[in-house]
């Protein structure tokens, strides 16, 4: 049988501003307070025992599987969909602007590097 409790401490409330919480460790021999563990917050709600390998996940992270990493990375290009506009720029499909144009010659060069369009009327 573990031979210490952990007992949270919660500040009292309304106290000054440098109080926080903590956890007690009390000797079951003698109920004494063998250490005052600090944390960074005011109040304990529970002490839970973990599992070691749920301790070391969350000092991991949780973008560890490369492939569900990959695929929300992938899913993330369209969140941001469409791409904003750069001003002065025109996509190679859109519509000519001008008042009664009837045709859009569009001629394409292969270029190392991104897709190059240039339109002629």
């Known amino acids: 049988m573990e031979r210490l409790l ?37 109040e304990v709600y529970d002490i839970v025992v973990a599992p070691e390998a749920l301790i070391e996940g969350v000092r991991r992270g949780f973008r560890t599987n490369p492939v569900r990493t990959a695929e929300r990375d992938q899913l993330a290009l369209f969140d941001a969909w469409p791409p904003p506009r750069r001003p002065g720029r025109t996509s190679c499909g859109s519509r000519s602007s001008r008042k009664g144009s009837r045709g859009l010659t569009i001629s394409m060069r292969a270029t190392p590097g991104p897709l190059a369009c240039a339109s002629s009327e």
Do not use: H, N, Q
């Open 6 to 42: 952990y007992v949270g401490e919660s500040a009292l409330r309304g106290s000054l501003a440098d109080a926080s919480a903590s956890v007690a460790v009390v000797s079951r021999d003698d109920w004494t307070v063998v250490a005052r563990i600090p944390l960074p917050c005011d």
